[in-house]
């Protein structure tokens, strides 16, 4: 069975204040690594996807990293606008859902 | 625009009675998923379909039905819903490769009394 797990639970920043969000995992076949961001009562959006121990992927302040057993999410000067959930999920060689991470809730302060 | 669409966003109702949540996407996706989410039990996956008239079970089906008659269209049908159905339910597509990130909706908030 696929299991996801994210550290920590909650993190509050300062504005500027680079840090790291952790995504352990354990798959049998990884089909792709998913990283998302949800604002409070909506969908998850989007943010990257990671295949295989080395990539890597970034997008504006935010950046991702994958080896054989976590993925990291570092964000660098963060912004109050980054405030929200970022969700974690993967997808096995056995399944063709999306496992899921219970997500770090994130707070920049100003 | 490409987008996932949900309808209602909001409802209450009460045991027993019979509701519909709608999904469509614009994306000419073959794959639809339904989730639901939780507090403190995250997204899990109610039930999948690969394309049109092919369904399959998520991790927790029970209590609900889906039908995939149209490619954009896929419904999720609570037949005599339940205080633990209560939830957040996001309907997502992706093109058929598994390899393909998904598209989540805006989301149904469901109370059912």
């Known amino acids: 069975e696929d299991q996801v797990t994210q550290s920590p639970e909650a993190l509050r920043l300062q504005e500027g204040e680079s840090s790291s969000l952790n995504c352990s995992y354990t798959v049998s076949g990884l089909r792709g690594l998913f990283w998302y961001r949800q604002d409070p009562g909506k969908g998850p959006e989007f943010l990257f996807t990671l295949y295989s121990a080395g990539e890597e992927k970034e997008k504006e302040r935010l950046k991702a990293t994958l080896t054989k057993k976590e993925s990291f999410l570092h964000i660098t000067a963060p912004k109050p606008e980054d405030s929200a959930t970022y969700l974690c999920a993967v997808r096995g060689g056995g399944a063709d859902g999306l496992t899921f991470g219970k997500g770090t809730h994130l707070i920049i302060q100003p | 625009e490409a987008q996932v669409t949900q309808n209602p966003r909001y409802l209450i109702t009460v045991t027993g009675k019979k509701l519909t949540v709608t999904c469509s996407q614009n994306m000419n996706h073959e794959y639809m998923s339904w989730y639901r989410q939780d507090p403190g039990l995250g997204l899990r996956q109610i039930y999948y379909s690969m394309n049109v008239e092919v369904t399959d079970k998520g991790d927790v089906p029970e209590g609900y039905k889906v039908s995939r008659k149209e490619k954009r269209n896929f419904p999720l049908i609570l037949e005599s819903p339940s205080p633990n159905q209560t939830s957040l339910y996001f309907c997502?597509?992706?093109?058929?490769?598994?390899?393909?990130?998904?598209?989540f909706g805006p989301g149904t908030r469901l109370t059912v009394l």
């Open positions: 997502a597509s992706r093109r058929t490769s598994s390899y393909n990130e998904q598209f």
